[in-house]
């Protein structure tokens, strides 16, 4: 696959547009784990996943944190490029959640193209749209959801993403993934196992009973 | 003052845009109260406003609501024309909060200017990236701030929107606009009464020691 599969609007550019992206672009591969992008103290560049599956979360001054999106094939990533916009004013950490091969467009690259091209001008603006209907509806789900809820939801999502009943996440992961306390985790999936729910032992969470997280999801 | 000088990137249009807006363009008025755009079920166009001051909230199937931004003088509504963009998710509603005089665009006239124009979309983006920050700070504060810390907030903003120590506000529209409940609201009005930071009395919340509730926003 091409860099300039991954592309959209590839075809909306002009010869020289593609061929300053095409002489800009980079792949990088980096392990699970690795943090790409690191709010403010770094302007990495637009980021295009080829494979793999990326987490961008934010951070309260006490360590606590809270993932605001995912991003998998062929996502693009913009505010690992925030720096190119100066109405952005929040930081974002984005973090390789599986070993994940991308290919990174330098922000003032990416920048110049987007100046004087209206489709990669609108071409960003529909992906911001897509990241802020996003975390309107985390802060929807913050707002209106119990815990309960949320922690069956991203216990049901994360077993399709890993194809698989049977995760190996800490009460510490779930708890950064929504913002709370590992205690309330721990408690919260202590009363799901008294409900058969799930089955709790060593690093393991299976999911005995989808269809009853399912049912709590929606209740 | 004119419509063009309303507009940031005016003399970034061609004649025949700025032509085209101009056809367009009409000047609305309405009172305080008015719900001038209400999610998916009308698709107004964007609000440029001249004076006055409008609230953005988004509604939960009980009805309960949250104030996402306000919007003033010379502020651009994006989400009052979201029909224009297919990645915008999520539904808010726009209402005055004083009488508010404001231009309307036209969905469609401006999403034609946005799709040949880069400095139209650039800006469409800059809004977004705006309104963005607006909603990742009130994540920030709603998770990581307590109540009592976003209810002094809230209180401060206010008398400085108002000019005045004096505040005409129901307890209900205190819960409104953070997204919890009245009683939950008075509870810690009583208490900020009894530290001396306010003083309740029928219909009116008087801001007794702005610098003691200062300290506690910052707490």
């Not at 784990?33 to 709010?39: A, E, F, I, L």
């Not at 990416?110 to 004087?116: F, G, I």
């Not at 009363?191 to 969470?205: A, K, W």
């Amino acid at each position: 696959m091409e860099f300039a599969d991954y592309f959209p609007i590839w075809n909306k550019l002009t010869d020289r547009q593609q061929a300053e992206l095409s002489a800009a672009v980079t792949c990088r591969t980096v392990k699970k784990g690795t943090v790409v992008h690191n709010g403010s103290l770094d302007c990495t560049g637009l980021l295009i996943v080829k494979s793999g599956q990326l987490r961008a979360y934010i951070l309260s001054d006490e360590g606590r944190e809270i993932t605001i999106y995912r991003l998998f094939e062929r996502d693009f990533c913009l505010f690992s490029a925030s720096c190119m916009m100066r109405s952005i004013q929040f930081e974002v950490v984005i973090e390789a959640e599986k070993d994940t091969d991308f290919w990174l467009i330098p922000s003032e690259v990416w920048k110049s193209v987007m100046e004087v091209s209206a489709p990669a001008a609108n071409f960003t603006n529909e992906v911001m749209a897509t990241r802020f209907s996003e975390v309107m509806w985390l802060l929807e789900q913050i707002m209106w959801k119990s815990l309960d809820k949320r922690i069956a939801a991203f216990l049901l999502e994360e077993s399709l993403l890993e194809n698989s009943p049977q995760l190996r996440l800490t009460h510490e992961a779930i708890a950064n993934h929504l913002g709370t306390h590992r205690e309330v985790v721990t408690r919260m999936l202590r009363y799901f196992q008294s409900e058969g729910m799930v089955r709790l032992s060593r690093g393991v969470i299976e999911l005995t009973d989808p269809s009853k997280l399912e049912a709590l999801q929606h209740a």
